[in-house]
């Protein structure tokens, strides 16, 4: 079983700043890419920030700037530091990891984290 679990969402003023944290738990060989989602009510999921194992980084560009991306390999952990924070970042934020189960299967698996809200006050 592979778990992705989310910390750090917050309610916070506009202008202010949060670093969410997401670690992986489970059995797996190894995780590709890892990072952020965001959705709002009623609205497609969409990409915020990610991650590959080499460090190489992707940014929507609403979060350009602002957002920055980080991953500490040896925790399974990714990290998002989100400043100059807009109520338009209000969104649940999700965590995500494409991963290789095991060492003998290069398939790769899409999970999920249970999400956790950021609320931005005008």
């Known amino acids: 079983q592979v778990q992705l679990v989310e910390s750090g969402g917050d309610s916070v003023q506009a202008g202010g700043s949060l670093r969410l944290s997401c670690a992986a738990s489970?059995?797996?060989?190894?995780?590709?890419?890892m990072g952020w989602y965001r959705q709002a009510p009623g609205k497609q999921r969409e990409l915020v920030a990610t991650m590959a194992s080499d460090g190489s980084t992707n940014y929507a560009d609403s979060v350009k700037g602002r957002f920055t991306v980080s991953r500490d390999n040896a925790k399974n952990t990714v990290y998002l530091q989100m400043n100059s924070l807009k109520p338009e970042d209000t969104p649940v934020y999700y965590c995500?990891?494409?991963?290789?189960?095991?060492?003998?299967?290069?398939?790769?698996?899409?999970?999920w984290g249970q999400g956790t809200q950021v609320t931005i006050s005008s």
């Open positions: 489970g059995t797996f060989f190894s995780i590709n890419v």
């Open positions: 995500n990891a494409d991963l290789r189960l095991t060492d003998r299967n290069e398939v790769q698996f899409r999970y």
